[in-house]
């Protein structure tokens, strides 16, 4: 199936800083989103984005499903973007394969 | 508001005790997953169901199991077979082909 690699594992970050979150991914993509975990475990879909840029706010995605990653783009951090960061993506019907994440400390 | 409901968030669970944790959705998605996740870890696939009455296992689905008689529900059952059940459970549900929506999750101990 498909093998999901997120880069990289933990990032500290003073805040207002950028920065740049990489997902490779080994298989053509149907479905792939980008989540952030929240310090209580819940997961929040952040973008659905099998191919394109997509904006929202300070956060913005790009995927480039022929060479097969995608990006998350974290702009002027805040202390609240702190916590973990998951690619996740599918190939076919198969369910979402997840990434081990990014951790994010943003601090002050 | 429509959703995705798990509960409880919490769980306590003595040594050889059936256990099931509930999932349920009113968004009128045809499919239903269940995740796992350890501390520092990324989530694994137990279970997923892609339409009603039917169910596929995932990766890690020994020691659990699940029905889907409705299809706003997805209920997952801790089997006293599953012998390290201490995990947060995460319960997600999505269209055919479409993004998927998680549950708040639930915390399983075992005591």
């Known amino acids: 199936g498909i093998q999901v690699e997120q880069s990289p594992p933990d990032l500290i970050l003073q805040e207002g800083a950028n920065s740049t979150l990489r997902c490779n991914f080994s298989d053509s993509v149907n479905n792939l989103q980008w989540f952030h975990q929240n310090p209580w475990g819940q997961l929040i879909n952040l973008f659905y984005?099998?191919?394109g840029t997509k904006q929202n706010g300070r956060l913005s995605a790009t995927t480039v499903a022929t060479e097969r990653y995608s990006l998350l783009y974290i702009s002027s951090s805040q202390t609240t973007d702190s916590g973990v960061y998951f690619c996740?993506?599918?190939?076919?019907?198969?369910?979402?394969?997840f990434g081990k994440g990014t951790r994010l400390s943003v601090i002050a | 508001d429509g959703g995705i409901t798990q509960s409880p968030k919490y769980l306590f669970r003595k040594e050889g005790q059936n256990v099931t944790l509930s999932c349920e959705q009113n968004l009128n998605h045809d499919a239903m997953y269940w995740y796992r996740q350890d501390p520092g870890q990324g989530l694994r696939l137990i279970y997923y169901?892609?339409?009603?009455?039917?169910?596929q296992k995932g990766d890690i689905a020994e020691g659990y199991s699940v029905s889907r008689e409705k299809k706003e529900s997805f209920p997952l059952t801790v089997t006293s077979a599953q012998k390290n059940p201490t995990a947060f459970y995460l319960c997600a549900s999505s269209m055919t082909g479409g993004g998927y929506t998680f549950g708040s999750g639930t915390r399983l101990t075992v005591v």
């Open positions: 169901s892609q339409i009603v009455n039917d169910f």
């Open positions: 996740a993506a599918n190939s076919g019907n198969t369910p979402l394969v």
């Open positions: 984005i099998p191919s």
